[in-house]
C-alpha cells in the first residue's frame, strides 16, 4: 500500500465534488460509531446496572483517547498517506463497535471505548491534509467549514437511530448497525480515493519571482505554535469542548431525570439540538466574512452569546423542559461555531509550511480535553449533588 500521499492538484469540478463527498461521508459515519454509547446512556446504565460515574468513566475515556490520539495522528497524518490511515480508522472503529456489546464488565468496556475513541482520532486531521493539499484554493475554505456539518447531522442521525433502537428494546443493535456501517464505509473509501488519485494533476511550481520573494525558511512547529497564538486557541477550546460535546453527553439523562421523560423520549428529544446546531457551521462563517473579519474575534463573540444562553439557563431550566432544551441547544450551536473557526478553518493557514494536519490534531485534541473533564465531571456532580 501506498504510504504517502500522492502529489498534484484536482482540477476537475466532478473530482473535487467526489473528493468532498467520500470525506463527508467518511466523517460522518465515525459520528454513527461514536455518539450511540452517549445517546444510549441512559438505556444502557438501567439495562447493565452502571452507576453513572461507571457509565461517565466510559465517555470520559473515549475523549481522553480521542483527544490523545489526535496529538498522534495529527503528525502521523503529515508523514502517511491519508488514505490508509482513515481506511485504518473506521476499520478498526467498526470492529471496536461489534465487540462493545458483547462487553458487560464496566472496566472491559471502557478499555474498549477508549480503544474506539483512539482509532477514530485517526480521521480527521488527514482529512484537512486531504483538503489542503488537493483542492485549488479557492475551494479549501469552504470545504473545510461545510465538512464541519457533519458534526451536527452525524449527532441527528446517532441520537435518531438510537431513539428507535432504544424503543424497539434492544440498545445492542445500535452497535451492531453503526460497526456494520463503518465497514461498508471503510471499502468506499478505499476504492473511492483510489480512483481519485488517478485524477490528479500536477501541482503548479511556485514561479521564480514568489521563490525569490519568500526563500523557503524551516520553522520547528513548536516556535509556529508559539509565535501564531495557538496555545491561546488550545485554551479556547477546552472550553468549548465542555460546552459542546461534554455537555451534549449528558443531555439524555438530564432530561429524563429533570422533566421525568422516558428513556427513548429523552434521546429523541436530544436530536433537536444537532438540528438547530447545523446553524452554527454557517453563522460562524457569516460572523467571519462580514462582521469579525477574524477567526479569533469571532470565536470571541460567538463565545459571548453562549455565556448568555447558560446565564438564562441557570435561571430558567426548572421551568420548561423545552426552554431548557432550546437554551441548551443555542449553547452547543455557539460552540459549534466556535469549532467550525479554529478546528476547521485555522489549520489551512499552516500550508504552506507543511503542518497542516499536526496543527489540525493539536487543536482538535484540546477540544477533547474539554470534553473530557465535562463528561466525567458533569455526571459525577449529578450524582453528588443534583443536577
Known amino acids: 500500500m501506498r504510504m504517502q500521499l500522492r502529489a498534484g492538484r484536482l482540477t476537475d469540478p466532478k473530482a ?14 465515525t459520528y454513527l460509531g461514536r455518539l450511540n454509547y452517549t445517546a444510549c446512556l441512559v438505556e444502557i446504565t438501567a439495562a447493565e446496572g452502571w452507576t453513572k460515574g461507571e457509565a461517565g468513566l466510559i465517555a470520559t475515556g473515549f475523549f481522553a483517547a480521542y483527544g490523545l490520539g489526535q496529538l498522534v495522528n495529527g503528525f502521523a497524518g503529515d508523514r502517511f498517506s ?7 480508522g473506521l476499520g478498526a472503529s467498526g470492529l471496536v463497535n461489534l465487540a462493545f456489546p458483547l462487553l458487560q464488565d464496566p472496566m472491559l468496556a471502557t478499555a474498549a471505548w477508549c480503544a474506539n475513541g483512539f482509532v477514530q482520532s485517526m480521521v480527521w486531521s488527514p482529512l484537512v491534509r486531504l483538503f489542503a493539499e488537493w483542492l485549488p484554493a479557492e475551494n479549501r475554505l469552504r470545504a473545510c467549514a461545510d465538512l464541519n456539518s457533519t458534526v451536527p447531522l452525524g449527532t441527528l442521525a446517532a441520537y435518531g437511530m438510537s431513539a428507535g433502537l432504544v424503543f424497539l428494546g434492544n440498545w445492542k443493535l445500535d452497535f451492531f448497525f453503526s460497526g456494520a456501517c463503518l465497514l461498508v464505509m471503510t ?10 488519485e488517478q485524477r490528479l494533476a500536477p501541482a503548479p511550481e511556485p514561479s521564480l519571482a514568489h521563490r525569490e520573494k519568500e526563500p523557503e525558511r524551516r520553522v520547528s512547529l513548536w516556535a509556529l505554535c508559539v509565535a501564531s497564538a495557538m496555545p491561546l486557541c488550545c485554551a479556547a477550546l477546552v472550553v468549548q469542548g465542555m460546552l459542546k460535546d461534554g455537555v451534549t453527553t449528558w443531555i439524555p439523562t438530564f432530561m429524563e431525570e429533570q422533566f421525568h421523560l422516558p428513556a427513548a423520549a429523552a434521546i429523541l428529544s436530544t436530536t433537536v439540538v444537532p438540528l438547530i446546531n447545523l446553524s452554527g457551521v454557517y453563522l460562524a462563517s457569516w460572523v467571519d466574512r462580514h462582521l469579525c473579519k477574524n477567526e479569533l474575534r469571532s470565536s470571541l463573540l460567538l463565545f459571548g452569546a453562549g455565556a448568555a444562553a447558560l446565564a438564562l439557563l441557570a435561571v430558567f431550566s426548572g421551568h420548561s423542559a423545552v426552554l431548557a432544551m432550546l437554551l441548551l441547544a443555542l449553547t452547543t450551536t455557539f460552540m459549534m461555531g466556535v469549532n467550525t473557526l479554529l478546528v476547521s478553518m485555522l489549520p489551512s493557514y499552516y500550508v504552506r509550511y507543511g503542518v497542516c494536519s499536526s496543527a ?12 473530557a473533564l465535562s463528561s466525567y465531571g458533569s455526571g459525577a456532580v449529578a450524582e453528588l449533588w443534583g443536577w
Open 16 to 29: 473535487i465534488r467526489l473528493l468532498f463527498g467520500l470525506c463527508w461521508a467518511a466523517y460522518f459515519t
Open 82 to 88: 491519508p488514505r490508509i490511515m482513515v481506511a485504518l
Open 187 to 196: 471499502a468506499v473509501w478505499l476504492k473511492g480515493l483510489g480512483r481519485l
Open 360 to 371: 489540525s490534531g493539536i487543536l482538535n485534541a484540546s477540544a477533547y480535553v474539554g470534553c
